[in-house]
C-alpha cells in the first residue's frame, strides 16, 4: 500500500506534467506575453514596496528548482518504468529497476522532510536537491551566518545521511 506522502507526490509531479503541456501547448498566450506579464507585475509591486520583488524573486526561483528537480525525477522514473515493462529486461534489469523507484521515492521523501524542518526552524522557504553524493540546500533567506549554516548542513546529514557534500545557497534574489 502507498504511503500518504507517495501519493501526494506522485500526485504533485502528475499537476506539475499536465500544467507543463497545458502551457506549452496553449495557443491563446504566447510565452512572451506570459513574461511580458510577469515584468510588469514585478515593476508594479516595486513602485509600491520593493522588498516584495525580491521576496518574489526568490521565491520564482526557488519554484523553478523545484520543477527542474520534479522534471528530472519524472525522467528517471519513465525510464525505470520502461525497463520494467520491457519484454526485453532480464530479472535482475527489472528488480534494479524497482529497486532504484523505491531508493528515489525514499529520497524524495526525505528532502520533503528536511525541506518541513528547515522551514520549521524559521526560514521562509528551502528546497533540498540532492544528485548522487551532492545535496543542494536553497534556503530564502538575505543573511546566513556560519552557525546557520552548519546546523542547516547538520540537519541535512541527519535526514538524508552522512557521507555526502552539502552546500547551501541562500540570498538567491540577487543571482
Known amino acids: 500500500m502507498l504511503k500518504k506522502?507517495?501519493?501526494?507526490?506522485?500526485t504533485m509531479l502528475s499537476l506539475i506534467v499536465v500544467l507543463s503541456v497545458y502551457a506549452?501547448?496553449?495557443?491563446?498566450?504566447p510565452a512572451s506575453s506570459?513574461?511580458?506579464?510577469?515584468?510588469?507585475?514585478?515593476?508594479?509591486?516595486?513602485?509600491?514596496?520593493?522588498?516584495?520583488?525580491?521576496?518574489?524573486?526568490?521565491d520564482n526561483k526557488?519554484?523553478?528548482?523545484?520543477?527542474?528537480?520534479?522534471?528530472?525525477r519524472s525522467q528517471l522514473q519513465k525510464k525505470y518504468e520502461g525497463v520494467i515493462a520491457s519484454q526485453k529486461?532480464?530479472?535482475?534489469?527489472?528488480?534494479?529497476?524497482?529497486?532504484n523507484?523505491?531508493?528515489?521515492?525514499?529520497l524524495a521523501n526525505a528532502e520533503m522532510m528536511l525541506e518541513d524542518v528547515i522551514?520549521?526552524?524559521?526560514?521562509k522557504n528551502a528546497v533540498v536537491k540532492t544528485a548522487g553524493s551532492q545535496v543542494q540546500i536553497y534556503v530564502d533567506a538575505k543573511n546566513l551566518t556560519d552557525q546557520q549554516a552548519n546546523g542547516i548542513i547538520r540537519l541535512a546529514n541527519e535526514y538524508l545521511g552522512a557521507g555526502r557534500v552539502v552546500?547551501?545557497?541562500y540570498n538567491l534574489s540577487s543571482k
Not at 5 to 10: E, G, P
Not at 62 to 72: P, V, Y
Not at 90 to 98: C, D, F, G, I, P
Not at 101 to 106: D, I, L, P, R, V
Open 5 to 10: 506522502q507517495t501519493v501526494w507526490l506522485l
Open 24 to 29: 506549452l501547448t496553449a495557443p491563446d498566450k
Open 34 to 58: 506570459l513574461t511580458n506579464q510577469q515584468k510588469n507585475q514585478s515593476q508594479a509591486t516595486a513602485g509600491k514596496n520593493g522588498a516584495a520583488v525580491t521576496t518574489s524573486a526568490a
Open 62 to 72: 526557488l519554484g523553478q528548482i523545484e520543477l527542474d528537480k520534479a522534471d528530472e
Open 89 to 99: 529486461s532480464t530479472a535482475e534489469q527489472v528488480s534494479a529497476a524497482y529497486d
Open 101 to 106: 523507484m523505491e531508493s528515489m521515492k525514499t
Open 119 to 123: 522551514q520549521s526552524k524559521g526560514y
Open 167 to 169: 552546500s547551501v545557497s
